[in-house]
């Protein structure tokens, strides 16, 4: 691995994280694997709306809990922690 780029490094880990079930994971490291993904992903949210689903709120309050994080930092997080699943 030490050879890859963060870039690739990261998608390797979303196919793993594809790979596994819902019913295999926690949903806190599911909180965590979305919260990452999306600070990765997309960078730090804006937050205009308020969101009535309670789902959706975890999602995001998981998401802004990390938004201090850089979208490279997030990655290498999202990395770390599916390769500690494994």
Sequence with gaps: M????????F?????LA???TQS????DVQLRLYAFYKQASFGTPS????????RNAFKTNAWMQISHLSPDEAKEKYIE????LQ
């Design 24 to 27: 295999e994971l926690p949903q």
């Design 11 to 15: 998608k390797e880990a979303v196919e």
């Design 81 to 84: 922690l599916i390769h500690s």
């Design 47 to 54: 937050f205009g709306s308020s969101n009535a689903d309670l």
């Design 2 to 9: 030490p050879g890859k780029d963060l870039d690739t490094r």
């Design 18 to 20: 594809d790979r596994m």
